[in-house]
């Protein structure tokens, strides 16, 4: 099955800096990649996506790339604010013509922003 | 936007009873619900594929027998942990598939057996 690694486990950053989480997949067949951000106590919240016929997208201060050939892909924050602070997931999954299987998720980044 | 609800938010039972944790798309259909574990400072782990109308799809190493899934309509499932033992305490989350394939997370419903 599905394997995701997520890297770092945890990462603070000075308010206003940049911010960079990793994760790869095992399975090559994998062509949907969300980012869900969870604050203590709550489900998690998807704040960006991509599909594998892209190499980026950008939402404001939020993008993703993802490099097909090596099966990786990072999320990309800048300017960080305080209200940043979070843990985030990255997750795969397979869509197909019957829809999509079920999300794997990486082990999470706690992402801390010092104001 | 899509919104899914769980109920009870929050549940404290004694070891050995039964608790239903209820998950709602509230504004949209979903024919696909998932049911996640989230063990303290760890990721979601998937229980079971719930879909409507038939029966729960579950994870290796998940009980079906111990996690009751019933996915009676286009916008409830529910989950519900037969004879609660310590070990089940956890956060349990629901996540609901909407048309455009995007899954929508609900708020999670953190269950202590005692």
């Known amino acids: 099955g599905e394997n995701v690694e997520q890297h770092p486990s945890t990462l603070s950053v000075q308010e206003g800096d940049s911010a960079v989480i990793k994760c790869t997949y095992s399975?090559?067949?994998?062509?949907?990649f969300p980012w869900y951000k969870q604050e203590l106590g709550k489900g998690p919240q998807l704040i960006i996506d991509i599909r594998s016929n892209v190499g980026e997208k950008k939402d404001q201060r939020i993008a993703v790339t993802l490099n097909k050939t090596a099966k990786h892909f990072s999320l990309h924050i800048t300017e960080t604010q305080p209200e940043d602070s979070a843990v985030y997931f990255c997750a795969s999954a397979f869509e197909g013509d019957t829809g999509r299987r079920a999300l794997t998720f990486g082990s999470g980044t706690r992402l801390q922003v010092q104001p | 936007g899509a919104v899914v609800s769980q109920h009870p938010s929050w549940v404290i039972c004694k070891s050995g009873t039964s608790v239903k944790i209820e998950c709602r798309s509230l504004d949209f259909q979903a024919t696909t619900m998932f049911w996640y574990r989230q063990f303290p400072k760890q990721s979601l782990m998937l229980m079971a594929t719930s879909n409507e109308g038939s029966k729960a799809t579950y994870e290796q190493g998940v009980e079906k027998d111990k996690f009751l899934i019933n996915h009676a309509s286009l916008t409830l499932s529910t989950l519900t942990v037969t004879s609660a033992h310590p070990e089940d305490s956890s956060f349990y989350i629901c996540s609901a598939v909407a048309v455009s394939d995007t899954q929508y997370f609900g708020p999670g419903t953190r269950l202590t057996v005692l």
């Open positions: 399975d090559s067949a994998s062509n949907y």
